[in-house]
């Protein structure tokens, strides 16, 4: 799907630089005025009428090594891409746990960064608290730790608006989300076909991040004796490593970029009591578990893909310490998910598989009872 944007048409060289200067000498003007606090904001009344303009300017000067698309919403490394950068995502969980109100909250904010407002549209101070604090990092996450609101912590809604705040500039702030984008879709277009299923792009970018991402064990001991505050799904797509909290954000925010209903479950261990977070899928009317985690000490296997309940319980979790996007069920109660369906669990013994597209079948090994080796397939038509 193309994003949509105001096509700028301007003839000769001299205009283009003419232009360039203008939105510039504009964008400067904004950042002079800021928040009161440890960040800048957008001057109180001034917006962009073209919000294509304003990432267009950011994204062709910080992202595309080649000259600037005559469409501000061009992809900018690949005109000819098949999937582009989503700005609002959003899973069926998110909304199921947080709301409608939240999430329109969330679009306005986004809508409010890219086209260059210092306020968004937000009912009230408790809904603003849980969006800042959970949304960012699920669904933007370049926004992670860079964005607050301004005026009263504990007040920040102010007739029906909130102000927003930067760690840095807006400017960067853009830059840093034109460089992810950029990222995430040459990940997407060198993983994923167009005529993909869900399944087929789920167990595609399982793959990619089993064979291109590291677990940060340094992270992880250090956990142990203080916080660490750097992790992040931004961190792993665009470093390489992380731990659980990075990887199983990471992945479904690649699902949902490519149309995917997902979201991550949260569970904790029957034997070591620690904590644990992965992905959570819907897949037609299905629930599955998928830990892209555990699948990075076993990238040749389908353990730990399209889990049931049983199966993610027989592998340390009780289902009794399950947890849907947030780890704050008392204040968000939801509905409970049922993972159930048992239709891939052939592919949980498997190894060494590969997807056969054409055919819509997996081609894999196993042991039999016996320990005699085999090849196998499995068809999964329909999903």
């Not at 809904?127 to 992670?144: A, N, S, V």
């Not at 209903?261 to 620690?274: A, R, V």
Request: hydrophobic share 30%; charged share 25%.
């Amino acid at each position: 799907m193309k994003r949509k944007g105001h096509i700028i048409s301007v003839k000769g060289a001299a205009m283009k630089r003419l232009f360039k200067t203008i939105v510039s000498i504009l964008l400067l003007l904004v950042f002079l005025v800021g928040c009161t606090g440890k960040g800048i904001s957008i001057s109180s009344e001034t917006e962009v009428s073209s919000s294509s303009m304003m990432i267009s300017s950011f994204c062709s000067e910080t992202v595309s090594s080649g000259p600037a698309q005559s469409d501000p919403w061009e992809e900018p490394h690949d005109p000819g891409s098949h999937y582009t950068f989503q700005w609002k995502v959003c899973s069926s969980f998110l909304r199921d746990v947080f709301g409608e109100a939240m999430c329109d909250s969330w679009f306005s904010l986004v809508d409010a960064i890219m086209t260059g407002s210092d306020t968004f549209e937000c009912p009230d101070d408790d809904t603003c608290k849980w969006m800042m604090g959970q949304f960012p990092c699920r669904c933007l996450p370049p926004l992670t730790e860079q964005i607050y609101t301004g005026g009263d912590p504990d007040h920040p809604v102010k007739d029906g608006r909130v102000t927003i705040c930067y760690m840095t500039s807006r400017e960067e702030t853009i830059a840093r989300i034109c460089d992810f984008a950029d990222r995430v879709e040459r990940i997407l277009n060198e993983t994923l076909k167009d005529d993909y299923s869900d399944f087929e792009k789920a167990l595609a970018m399982y793959q990619y991040f089993t064979s291109h991402y590291e677990y940060d064990y340094e992270s992880y001991e250090k956990m142990k004796d203080q916080p660490v505050e750097y992790l992040s799904a931004y961190r792993l797509i665009m470093e390489g490593k992380g731990i659980c909290s990075d990887i199983a954000p990471a992945y479904a925010f690649m699902l949902m970029q490519a149309g995917v209903d997902c979201g991550t479950m949260s569970g904790q261990s029957n034997y070591s009591g620690e904590g644990h977070e992965w992905a959570y899928i819907r897949l037609g009317e299905h629930y599955y578990h998928i830990d892209p985690t555990y699948g990075l000490s076993e990238p040749e296997s389908l353990r730990y893909f399209l889990m049931t309940d049983d199966q993610r319980d027989s592998g340390e979790y009780p289902r009794s310490s399950f947890e849907i996007i947030s780890h704050y069920s008392k204040d968000h109660p939801h509905e409970e998910y049922m993972a159930d369906d048992t239709f891939f669990s052939p592919l949980w013994y498997g190894f060494d598989f590969v997807m056969d597209h054409s055919r819509e079948m997996i081609i894999y090994k196993a042991y039999d009872y016996y320990g005699d080796l085999l090849d196998l397939s499995f068809t999964y038509s329909g999903y």
